[in-house]
């Protein structure tokens, strides 16, 4: 069964404090890995795709990074307004479904 | 351009009545998704489209959960009997392809009371 889990499920950080999240996957093909940033009270907003082990996608303090069995979102110097909950969903050959994790919540504290 | 629109946002209902759920689409994208998020969860499939028809309907939880698509473009989910479980936020998602990102509305926070 396709399965995906993050950790940590919640993340506090002091501003400029680098860390990263993990997303690990389990799926019979892997079509594409999917990572999505939720603000509280709207929908998913989505931040990058990533389609091959060795893959890597940048976008301002954000960088996504895929292995065979996980993808890592790295944060880097975090600031307050990068406070929200990151999701990570893949998508199988199989299929047209994409599942999608419990997400971890990020607090960026001042 | 505009995103996925989706109405109302919030719907509150008693317990046993019928509800409708209401997303528009980014023009030209030609598959449509329906997912549902409880609090402190991920979004949970229901339905997808591609064009007017309904390409896979296994998340649907039962047979009160219907959705339609009937022009290939706007789409509503229909909701039979409700019952206090269905509470939950129901997010459509949008994309260019089966194998595009997918680009969500804001949902639609539904209470059933």
């Known amino acids: 069964e396709d399965q995906v889990t993050q950790s940590p499920e919640a993340l506090r950080l002091q501003e400029g404090e680098s860390s990263s999240l993990n997303c690990s996957y389990t799926v019979s093909g892997l079509r594409g890995l999917f990572w999505y940033r939720q603000d509280p009270g709207k929908g998913p907003e989505f931040l990058f795709t990533l389609y091959s082990a060795g893959e890597e996608k940048e976008k301002e303090r954000l960088k996504a990074t895929l292995t065979k069995k996980e993808s890592f979102l790295h944060i880097t110097a975090p600031k307050p307004e990068d406070s929200a909950t990151y999701l990570c969903?893949?998508?199988?050959?199989?299929?047209?479904?994409?599942?999608f994790g419990t997400g971890t919540s990020l607090t960026v504290i001042p | 351009g505009a995103g996925v629109s989706q109405t109302p946002s919030n719907k509150v209902t008693e317990k046993g009545k019928y509800v409708e759920l209401r997303c528009d689409p980014i023009s030209g994208h030609t598959a449509l998704y329906w997912y549902r998020q409880s609090l402190g969860q991920g979004p949970e499939f229901l339905i997808y489209f591609q064009g007017t028809g309904a390409a896979d309907d296994s998340g649907l939880p039962n047979d009160r959960f219907f959705a339609v698509r009937p022009e290939g473009s706007v789409s509503t989910l229909k909701i039979q009997r409700t019952e206090r479980g269905d509470s939950a936020v129901y997010l459509c998602?949008?994309?260019?392809?089966?194998?595009?990102?997918?680009?969500f509305g804001n949902g639609t926070r539904l209470t059933v009371t």
């Open positions: 998602a949008s994309s260019l392809s089966y194998n595009s990102p997918l680009h």
């Open positions: 969903a893949v998508q199988a050959h199989t299929g047209n479904q994409f599942y």
